[in-house]
Structures are given as C-alpha cells and as structure tokens.
C-alpha cells in the first residue's frame, strides 16, 4: 500500500472560492494536465516546486497558504 505525501493542500477549497475554477483551467494555467491537478488535490501526488509556486500565483498567495507540511512530519 502506497503512503500518501506529507503535503496537505488547499487547492480544491482555493478553486471553488475562485469562481469555482475547473481542474482543467487550473491545470491549463499552470501547465499540467487536469489528472495532475486531480492527483494534488487528493494527496496522491506532490506537486514539483515550480508547480507549487505556479498554483499559488494563480490564487494570489503565498505558497504556504496552498500547501502545508503534514503534523506528524515534524522530524
């Protein structure tokens, strides 16, 4: 059984609050395709760090504010 990222993320709550932006456009804007925005959004896959940063652009925030460090990985 594959152990999900440690990453926690906000995207889906950031879509919907803007407009509700499909997973497509998100994806479109940032330069993946839709099935890796579905990924992110369901904790399966980490983005790479210029996707992180891309995403929140897109939001206008900062990259903390889409993405956070999972609490028991604090070692």
């Given at each position: 059984m594959?152990?999900?990222?440690?990453?926690?993320?906000?995207?889906?709550?950031?879509?919907?609050?803007?407009?509700?932006?499909?997973?497509a456009?998100?994806?479109?804007?940032?330069?993946?395709?839709?099935?890796?925005?579905?990924?992110?959004?369901?904790?399966?896959?980490?983005?790479?760090?210029?996707?992180?940063?891309?995403?929140?652009?897109v939001?206008?925030?900062?990259?903390?504010?889409?993405?956070?460090?999972?609490?028991?990985n604090?070692?």
């Amino acid at each position: 059984m594959t152990k999900a990222p440690p990453i926690t993320n906000r995207v889906r709550a950031l879509r919907e609050a803007h407009g509700d932006m499909s997973q497509a456009a998100l994806g479109e804007a940032i330069g993946v395709t839709r099935h890796t925005i579905i990924a992110i959004e369901q904790g399966r896959y980490s983005p790479s760090l210029e996707s992180a940063f891309r995403i929140a652009r897109v939001f206008g925030v900062g990259v903390e504010d889409v993405f956070g460090w999972g609490p028991d990985n604090s070692a």
